[in-house]
């Protein structure tokens, strides 16, 4: 078994909506059915009994090694905890070679569950040890160390919930909520409108009092000292006991309570100048320890903190108590788990100790031994929830304390004898407020039920029915599709929006070019979804980017798919049909929106055929309005947008909507065939997106096929007279309808320049050359710069043997490099003649030509006498 490709689909996919870890995996002949392998199967349920059932493959009840290899590493991360489901095995054409898919939530953990899996089935190939115990405690420390914490995690769920997408911006706490202009950010609990200066103020704690104080909060009564004489000194005005806290510190790091003795209080300096050289002494206040958690200036939840400690039995020691108390399932290292494991750390022993406690004493029974002075979750503390019992006037002390240090999300420390009474009627206080507050003791309290606080933060930054999405518009297809992005694009600018797009020419906002190259895969999508000023977003969704990570977003307001055509890569990544490649475009349609649209050409019975797959709805386009489908979908009061006589038409019942032709301005009046079926896609996806209709007209009349607007797209110059044609057409379909289009113009004599991609199959570079060869007098050869694993010589070769087989016999040249091939056609143009230059380097060649047009115009311009 080899595994030699390994991907992480980070979005929807082929496979599934889910992410999933795909790789190409090679079995031998003998591996290919694990019922020829004599006790395999046996080994691998000795070593791994939870692995379950197997994927049967015909008459093989087993399957392959390579499904073996899919069921462990899925059920290898269900037993590490991680909620996972899916997984594919898929035999591909190509014998003992198989496409193994696995559903992950964390990529770095569904990467270590594959690696484990293929050591789980070699061990079981080779009868070798494999240690199960150990490769679970393995991926489930990796899986707490990587995934969100429960804190950020309640907020992402609640997000999703509500149908709000996020993405995680680092390793980290940072989380990105919807897209684009309507996009919100978190760091842990502490949301993008949090100002630095309200977080500054609460990690100040004695600002922070008198903050409160001001606004007649109860406080306790203290003072900033600088020494320990200055701590002595506050200590006999205040008189015992009292709390001694570094003014800057968290987590209840270094705070020592009920500080009663002269040796209790330097004890106490020690611990909190170990945090921060400016230290508080504050009066202590006697009673519980509670916290309120206000967002968006409500109080949504409460508990009551206990700090870490243990009941004694009479028979066990403090060290065998902690660890009873810490085969709790709930506890943990760190903040991945409800509660966090009690440590007989120093701090622990000292409390222990001023309790005549060590770590091998037997406390009598029912003696509550504290470890703890602080009740802090993260130093083994448990909560209980209170939320019902807080008095309102407590709730508004702890609402007005968020709002003077400014904070919208804040975890107010309260202490009180009674969370039910107001603090002032029992001596309580507010001993801090906290910026970015742990929500543990409210998600999942050791005793009582957890409080909805996720959704209480995603509430205050998205109000009713805000999912923090922008129109997004996804378009695929064989052939058309940059020009359509960018059509969709232009409309949508129209109407004043902020666009972003992605081609196969870069990425643009609001008309800028921010990325150069192909951009049209999951990562640019990704990366424009992020930009703050888009408003917008188009995308142009090609098939290398589906199969390599996905889609770069969840769902999709609107997708269109153009046509499904012979040439677009067949034979790579083991998509070798054109039923294949349907397959793939299809995802775009998949995950449409339930209140989206797929905007489908009715005349292509693979794309039509793609109606049953999308979740919301769908307009069908095609020039011929009295196509059985077409006419169907409008009766049944559905949309349709195909061509009337000189208008496009967009019709929905007795409803219709028309554009000239001849306002379409990349139609050239509707002589152009394949730019009338791109405007018609753009209409649908325009229509879908709800645009105004006199937007839309003035969109397409303003939208020219230049080398600016839409470079290597049908771009027309005039050159002494003759028609000159640049275009980036590459496959078979693309000069098929290159072909229709020219002949419709009149011209004297027609001349073609041509190459061919080495990465296209044989038959699909001859094809080009059989079709252009039966419509141009003469036809120009050159070698692309780069020939993509072929030989010198050997794509031109294929050129002409299409040409051997074209209808009419052409006059062919052969010339090394693109431009000296351009170079030449030019210099043999007369007026009235065509020339269709298909180039390979878009941006140069089409500078080169546009600056030898205008030498010839140059030239051509009188000298004044």
């Known amino acids: 078994m080899n595994i030699s490709r390994i991907r992480a689909l980070r979005g929807p996919n082929l496979w599934s909506r889910r992410t999933a870890i795909e790789a190409i995996v090679t079995c031998d002949e003998a591996q290919r059915c694990i019922d020829l392998l004599p006790g395999f199967e046996a080994r691998l349920r000795a070593r791994f009994p939870e692995i379950g059932p197997l994927q049967a493959l015909g008459q093989c009840q087993g399957g392959s090694v390579a499904h073996v290899l899919a069921a462990a590493a899925l059920a290898l991360q269900a037993q590490a905890g991680c909620p996972v489901s899916f997984s594919r095995t898929t035999q591909t054409t190509e014998p003992g070679v198989y496409q193994v898919v696995v559903e992950y939530t964390e990529e770095a953990v569904g990467r270590f569950a594959l690696e484990l899996a293929e050591a789980l089935c070699r061990s079981a190939l080779d009868d070798t040890g494999f240690d199960l115990a150990d490769a679970l405690a393995r991926l489930r420390e990796l899986d707490e160390d990587v995934r969100l914490g429960p804190s950020t995690g309640a907020i992402v769920h609640a997000a999703v919930v509500r149908g709000i997408p996020y993405r995680r911006l680092t390793d980290g706490s940072l989380v990105q909520f919807g897209w684009g202009s309507r996009q919100r950010r978190i760091q842990a609990a502490e949301i993008d409108a949090t100002s630095a200066v309200a977080e500054q103020i609460a990690q100040d704690k ?22 320990l004489d200055e701590a002595i000194a506050a200590f006999e005005a205040l008189g015992s006991p009292v709390v001694v806290k570094p003014r800057d510190g968290n987590q209840g790091k270094g705070v020592s309570v009920n500080v009663e003795t002269r040796e209790h209080l330097e004890a106490a300096w020690a611990a909190a100048s170990e945090i921060s050289s400016d230290i508080l002494v504050e009066r202590f206040i006697p009673g519980h320890d509670f916290r309120a958690l206000v967002v968006g200036g409500q109080l949504v939840a409460a508990a009551r903190r206990e700090p870490a400690h243990v009941v004694g039995d009479g028979m066990h020691t403090v060290r065998e108590l902690v660890d009873e108390v810490n085969l709790d399932p709930r506890r943990g290292e760190g903040h991945a788990t409800p509660l966090t494991r009690i440590r007989l750390d120093e701090v622990a022993l000292a409390q222990l100790a001023k309790q005549g406690y060590d770590a091998n004493s037997i406390p009598p029974r029912g003696a509550r031994v504290l470890l703890r002075h602080n009740a802090n979750l993260s130093t083994g503390g448990t909560a209980t929830d209170v939320t019902d019992d807080v008095h309102p006037e407590l709730a508004a002390r702890a609402i007005e304390a968020a709002r003077a240090v400014g904070l919208d999300i804040c975890g107010v420390d309260v202490v009180c004898e009674n969370i039910g009474r107001p603090l002032e009627e029992q001596g309580g206080g507010i001993v801090e407020v906290n910026a970015a507050p742990g929500l543990r003791m409210h998600l999942a309290p050791s005793y009582g039920k957890g409080r909805p606080v996720g959704e209480a933060i995603i509430g205050t930054m998205f109000g009713d029915g805000d999912d923090g999405r922008i129109p997004v518009v996804a378009v695929t297809g064989t052939n058309g599709k940059t020009t359509t992005v960018r059509l969709i ?37 990704r990366n424009v979804l992020m930009h703050p000023h888009v408003d917008a977003a188009v995308f142009e969704t090609a098939r290398g980017g589906m199969l390599r990570e996905g889609l770069g977003f969840d769902r999709c307001k609107v997708a269109v798919v153009t046509n499904i055509g012979v040439g677009d890569h067949l034979g790579l990544n083991f998509i070798t049909t054109v039923e294949d490649l349907a397959v793939l475009k299809r995802v775009i349609v998949q995950n449409v929106a339930p209140d989206g649209v797929a905007v489908l050409n009715a005349a292509d019975p693979m794309v039509a055929k793609m109606a049953g797959s999308c979740p919301g709805s769908v307009t069908f386009f095609a020039v011929d309005p009295q196509l059985p489908l077409m006419a169907t979908h409008r009766a049944k009061g559905h949309r349709v947008v195909y061509v009337d006589g000189d208008a496009i038409v967009a019709a929905q019942g007795d409803s219709e909507q028309r554009i000239a032709l001849a306002d379409v301005a990349i139609t050239r009046r509707g002589t152009i065939g394949f730019q009338v079926e791109n405007a018609m896609a753009a209409v649908g996806a325009a229509w879908a997106l709800g645009l105004d209709w006199h937007a839309v007209r003035a969109g397409m009349r303003s939208f020219v096929s230049d080398a600016r607007t839409v470079p290597g797209r049908f771009n027309v110059f005039d050159h002494r007279g003759a028609t000159v044609i640049a275009d980036y057409g590459h496959n078979p379909d693309a000069i098929a309808a290159l072909t229709r289009a020219v002949e419709a113009m009149p011209a004297s004599r027609r001349f073609v320049v041509i190459s061919g991609a080495g990465d296209r199959r044989d038959e699909d570079i001859r094809r080009q050359t059989e079709i252009l060869g039966a419509a141009f007098d003469e036809v120009i050869l050159y070698e692309d710069q780069c020939q993509r694993g072929r030989g010198d010589g050997e794509v031109v070769a294929l050129l002409r043997q299409g040409l051997a087989g074209a209808t009419r016999t052409a006059r062919v040249q052969e010339i090394r490099g693109e431009f000296a091939a351009i170079d030449a056609a030019l210099a043999q143009l007369e007026p009235g003649d065509l020339c269709l230059i298909l180039i390979d380097q878009v941006g140069e060649a089409l500078a080169h030509v546009a600056s030898r047009v205008a030498l010839a115009r140059a030239a051509a311009v009188p000298i004044a006498a």
Not at 208 to 225: D, F, N, S, Y
Not at 489 to 518: E, S
């Open 206 to 227: 004695e600002l922070t009092k008198q903050l409160l104080a001001t606004v007649g909060v109860p406080v306790p009564e203290g003072r900033a000292v600088g020494d």
């Open 489 to 525: 694009a232009h409309l949508l600018a129209g109407t004043g929006a902020r666009v972003g797009m992605t081609n196969t020419d870069g990425v643009f906002v609001n008309g800028q070019c921010i990325d150069t190259g192909d951009c049209s895969g999951p990562r640019s999508a």
